[in-house]
């Protein structure tokens, strides 16, 4: 009777062999990663880029510039040391206003925000960009949720008064939730810090903006 049990080499057991198959297979799986990162990182930062400019327009009204407003942003240290983007509003070279990011500590974690100020400190808009609070209740920090938010339409901290900035349980102007304090005080406080850093540099912010062109096909001047 012929034995028709057929075996495997002797070398596809053997450690070496079975290590390269391994490393083929991790190295075919790298490439197609990094081929996956490659075709969707275009199309991932131009969606990023959508939402922030859609963003900036609720916080940076159209009629007060002329310009993109996602070119040529200052790059300033903010109140916790961190480096902090801010996007000018420009009409012709004059700046007409500014937005740039704010973080509250609310009551699930930190609230991200996006305030616009005009030239004079007076707040143009503010809108959450992420938050973790409780729907129902915390979540009408959202626009589409509540207009609690359209409430620092015009704000400064001279109107109210800056001991005045706090929500109506601490004796300030600004209400407050139901059953919900400490992420609309969180807001209140995100706000009155973005007026505190405008003023702290309203000097370097209004200053008429200078933009330098460069064309890619010139050498840079050393």
């Known amino acids: 009777m012929n034995d028709t049990t057929q075996t495997s080499p ?7 062999y079975q290590a390269l198959l391994l490393g083929t297979f991790s190295l075919i799986a790298a490439a197609l990663l990094a081929v996956g990162d490659l075709l969707t990182r275009g199309p991932i930062a131009e969606r990023r880029a959508e939402d922030l400019k ?38 012709g070279y004059q700046v007409t206003g500014v937005a740039f990011g704010a973080v509250g500590r609310g009551y699930a974690g930190p609230i ?42 015009g704000r400064t901290l001279e109107d109210p008064p800056r001991e005045r900035w706090a929500v109506a349980k601490d004796g300030g102007d600004f209400d407050q939730f139901t059953g919900a304090t400490i992420t609309p005080r969180a ?10 850093f405008f003023a702290d540099h309203r000097e370097t912010l209004t200053a008429a903006a200078v933009i330098i062109e460069h064309d890619p096909e010139e050498p840079v001047p050393q």
């Open 54 to 91: 859609a963003s900036l327009s609720q916080v940076l009204p159209p009629q007060i510039h002329d310009n993109d407003l996602l070119a040529h942003p200052l790059t300033l240290p903010g109140r916790n040391g961190q480096p902090l983007t801010i996007y000018r509003a420009l009409h």
């Open 112 to 153: 991200e925000l996006l305030i616009g100020i005009d030239a004079q400190g007076r707040v143009l808009g503010a809108r959450v960009l992420s938050h973790s609070e409780t729907p129902g209740l915390g979540d009408k920090i959202e626009v589409i949720r509540d207009d609690w938010i359209l409430s620092f339409n």
């Open 10 to 16: 002797a070398w596809r057991d053997r450690v070496p």
């Open 187 to 196: 807001v209140v406080g995100a706000v009155r810090e973005s007026l505190e």
